[in-house]
């Protein structure tokens, strides 16, 4: 595409996430944010950046969703309502149906045949019937545990087995992202939650597991999951609150991916508040057992809730010149910062 | 393609490096090896496995490139012959113009537009002429310091600068490689040996600069080299010599890209012989400043040769499915590890 040609896109949700996604877009020079939808009525007539925060952007909030249906106005739609395919499914039918391409950063999105292969296989013939791509993005799935380490196998002549962690702090987040990682319960309460679906610790090992066993061939046909207590020793803060011993400071989920009865991925990552008050470092951390043997660690971990709207808004130009049908980020080159019109010219 | 159907390769070049590219060949259930040119009269009606020190292949290795020339019986070539483009451009010219796919691990085949522009657009030519398609990788350029920077900044919603180095251990190596880095020269013979070009250092950071730059929009308009001397401290153990304290144990060799006489791009490479003698761990090291502040390590370095051969042998299925034309690791879906027919069903 000519550099002069922006890439017209519209937000739909403006939640945290949403809010997020609509600022990075805003802020490239090779995007042109056309329109923005929310359902909450009190948004409706406001101008977007007033919304946002920041400077007006001369576009208005909507509450009606045709309007950024219309693919003579808009190439591109970014999609941040939930993390589960069945509960985005409408909404991702409507605008791959309206001929437009919609970049989800629902976490079951990232491969959506690994637990709902049904929705994948629908999503794919719609999007093929209509010309156009859908995608699923974000720190993780569809970054740190599996694109990441996808990547790291690049020059491996053989992988054995894969382990990797990605440690991080709750502790800036609000009571709905602590609540479901279980913080301030006790370790009965904890149990209880994981047993009734309140607990549910991290979306997306399915997805990511899938997506390293597709890229690599592992074949893994078998996935567990655990969802562990992380009790607190020592008192933690959180937001004000004050998690005394014994309570419980988070949630360690782990996933293990096995082939024919052989663990060949293991993914742990557990969710806390206040790691540091024990002594923990946060951080990314990806082995890789095979030839060559690969270690590699970031520290912090990359920030979660930028890395998942910068993303999204990377993969925008991926997303337009793709093939059409239904991708993963394994699929395509892979999505990076776009700082300049350079950027589009070469894609 | 079907995941019965193997993609058939030959090995231009029986050196060092091709022979550790052909032995992943065969050890790869999607890939056949089905010829072998080395340029040696006395390799010649040898078995390739018989050169490779492995168990017999059933390949005869030929002295005249024209037998594995022939797009009936070949879907891909790896060569690997030299680091330069315009000394490895007739036999890709040839490879090309036979309509064979190609997959180089030439350092300037990386981005052969940076230092070659006209040998880049003359192969990207030849090669949608012939409908097939060209590369180059290895693990630096083309993995560590370009591409694997490029994937770091899949989330980045703002890139200000990149810091990246590549800290080895060159004791594993032989005369040849050691005499290219300066190591026992005294500094005064170092100097002397980068003005008269017989210590070279690194080569291929013009051209990771450009990956980096073209695939984030940097605008890099400049690129400068230095080349300095690491000069031991202490008695550095090399393949039986002592490099005394005093004398040159290794080059440091820097790049610097700048956009409008800004540095946005700095790649360090020192490579030295036992580097431990002085308490300095081997590692690859990544900074993006930015948004979000990324830093990222491995430990010790992703082992060079290895992974070389590696990458050439994964990005087979990547070019053999590529559009026609001179491709850039950055422009395709990442190669990955292959560790199974699977990781072909899908490409």
Known sequence: MNKNQRIRVAQ???????????????????????????????????????????????????????SILDPAKVDVITIATTSWVAKQLPDLKRIISAGINVVSIAEEMAAPEAQNPEIAAELDALAKKHGVSAIGVGVNPGFVLDHLVVVLTAGSQEVTSIEASRINDLSPYGETVLSTQGVGTTPEEFRAGVADGSIVGHVGFPESVRLISDALGLGVDRVEQTLEPIIAKVPRQARGQVIEP???????????????????????????????????????????????????????????????????VNTIPRIFAATPGLKRIIDLPSPTALMGPEAYERR
């Open 246 to 312: 014994g309570r419980v400071a988070g949630c360690n989920h782990i996933a293990a991916g096995y082939s024919g009865g052989e663990q060949v991925i293991r993914l742990v990552h557990p969710q806390q508040v206040d790691p540091g008050a024990e002594g923990v470092d946060t951080g990314d951390y990806i082995t890789i057992h095979g030839v060559p043997e690969i270690s590699m660690s970031t520290g912090p971990e990359i920030a979660g809730g930028k890395a998942t709207a910068g993303i999204a």
């Open 12 to 66: 739909w949700g403006l939640g945290a996430m949403g809010q997020g996604v609509a600022k990075v877009i805003l802020a490239k020079q090779g995007l042109e944010l056309v329109g923005a939808f929310d359902i909450r009525p009190e948004l409706a007539g406001k101008d977007v950046g007033e919304v946002l925060g920041v400077e007006l952007a001369g576009v208005v909030v909507s509450d009606d969703p045709a």
